[in-house]
């Protein structure tokens, strides 16, 4: 009894000490992407936003097809940049406190997916930002509780679902100067992440 009760305990002692450590690389992490964002809007803000014109998603331009990697660390103007921080560094790090190497490949596929389909559906427009990136995190959030079946993913969906429900307004193409076309495929690109890098049950030694 005492020997199962102390095994308990360091299981659980040892799940606590990697959820911290998670948790700290996932906030050293989303300061670090930010800190590059607003290193890289100061140097546009100065260079009078040439960096968007070269480096962003120009759609169904092949020389546009540069911006799907660097498009999303981009912004047009600090007003820009300051709405997609906070969203940014809360699902961020909420998608990468459950481990650093699946939020690497999550980010990976979200930007890959999420900048082909703009660039597909975004004739002649130039788009920049960080919002797929905002909206990618949010459906690898949501998503990833779903495929995992794991509680506490889902219960952190749920309360992802709840507070920040209101941005799938942004998914709507009727307001100017947003890129609905961004913020969805950023949203098929989480949801596909989280299908992507799904837990995977152990193989039966009898199968």
Known sequence: MSDH????????????????????????????????????????????????????????????????????FLHVGFGHLMANSLPLLVLGFLAAVRGVRKFLWASLIIILIGGLGTWLTSPGVITVGASGLVFGYFGFVLARGLFDRRLVDILIGIGVAVAYYSILWGLLPNQQGISWQGHLFGLIGGVAAAWALRRRPAASPYA
């Open 5 to 72: 009760s102390g095994s308990r305990f360091d299981s659980a002692r040892r799940g606590a000490g990697t959820f911290l450590s998670n948790a700290l690389s996932a906030i050293v992490i989303m300061v670090g992407v930010l800190a590059v964002m607003w290193g890289v809007e100061v140097v546009d803000y100065l260079d009078d936003g040439a960096l968007d014109r070269e480096f962003g998603i120009v759609g169904l331009n092949p020389d546009g097809l540069v911006g799907i990697l660097f498009a999303p």
